[in-house]
């Protein structure tokens, strides 16, 4: 199956997207009742797979759940899936519903869980995201508190998410900015936040109510080996829109400059110098990953 523009594999067995199926049964459809996760490759190799599997795990467990498939399982599927998709750029989402059986919210109702993966030919961001920057607007629904299925876990729970996404997309805005009930930014529908700040680069803490974004943590340990000032401190909207730079990260996105905040141009409306010498120092850190990763995983030898 080669040049495909998306392979999935459910419960270990590979299937053509048109005759991949989900069960009406199945929690993760009915409930939301799954975790899931992001990652991409570059030049064939999957980026930080053990941390994201690590996360998995972590997120499983956050909503009950002891996942039914180890690591070195789940990365022999990936490794499997890798070698049927001949592609150097793919989007790979792992997720794991608590499974089948009869309808009802007692988790102890399913039959076992569910494991899918989909590998997808990656479609890159946009270039001029990079070069312009992307606007944000503040959304009027929250990010969910950690007292409810705490946002530190890569729930299949995005609803919250995609209301705020609907409210940016109405204001002709990239993304949202979601607070929490004390009124300070949590992240965006699917990324962390960061201002610049007296040139220190600051990011809301996870007390805030937000997902440990594996950027975001690179991102503090990138910062700390070069000695750039960078701290973890809450921040309103009122501050993301004074601040000197703005911008977004995720495995997807990297590192993404915003401009713009309820309207308000950010510094001088350009991406940020700081940002940029943030993602150069990310990129350099990706490729020194992915050669190290070359050399010890058969990502893709034959
Ligand atoms: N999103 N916050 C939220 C709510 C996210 O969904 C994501 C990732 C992030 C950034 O996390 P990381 O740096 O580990 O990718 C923060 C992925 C990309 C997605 O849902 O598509």
């Keep these: 199956m080669k040049n495909l523009d998306a392979l999935i594999c459910i419960n270990g067995k590979f299937t053509p997207p048109e005759e991949a199926t989900v069960s009406v049964f199945d929690r993760g459809f009915l409930y939301g009742d799954s975790v899931y996760e992001v990652t991409l490759t570059y030049d064939k190799v ?23 498939w180890s690591a070195d399982q789940i990365k022999d599927l990936i490794y499997r899936g890798l070698k049927e998709f001949d592609n150097d750029r793919l989007y790979i989402r792992i ?10 919210l007692d988790p102890s109702l399913s039959d076992g869980q569910n494991l899918y993966i989909i590998f997808r030919e990656l479609k890159p961001q946009p270039k001029i995201y990079y070069i312009e920057g992307v606007s944000l607007i503040t959304a009027g629904i ?20 995609v ?20 009124g300070n930014v949590t992240e965006s529908t699917t990324a962390n936040i960061w201002i610049v700040e007296n040139d220190t680069f ?18 503090i340990e990138i910062a700390q080996k070069n000695d750039l000032p960078v701290k973890e401190e809450n921040f309103t909207p009122e501050r993301m829109r004074i601040a000197q730079e703005v911008f977004i990260t995720s495995s997807t996105r990297e590192v993404m400059p915003v401009t713009s905040v309820d309207g308000q141009g950010i510094g ?16 350099q850190y990706i490729q020194e990953n992915i050669s190290q990763e070359k050399k010890k995983a058969p990502w893709n030898q034959d």
């Design 202 to 219: 600051i990011t809301p803490p996870l007390e805030a109510g937000l997902l440990g974004g594996i950027t975001r943590a690179t991102l």
């Design 95 to 104: 997720m794991v519903t608590r499974g089948c059986g009869e309808i009802g």
């Design 163 to 182: 209301l705020a996404i609907s409210q940016a997309k109405e204001k002709g805005a990239y993304d949202a900015i979601m607070l929490n009930a004390s």
């Design 46 to 68: 999957p980026y930080l797979l053990e941390t994201h599997l690590e996360r998995l795990e972590r997120s499983a467990l956050g909503i009950g759940m002891e996942l039914e």
């Design 268 to 283: 001088n409306s350009k991406p940020g110098e700081k940002t940029k010498a943030l993602h150069n120092l990310y990129r």
């Design 142 to 161: 929250l990010r969910n508190p950690k007292k409810s299925v705490d946002p530190n876990v890569k729930s299949g729970n995005y609803l919250n998410n």
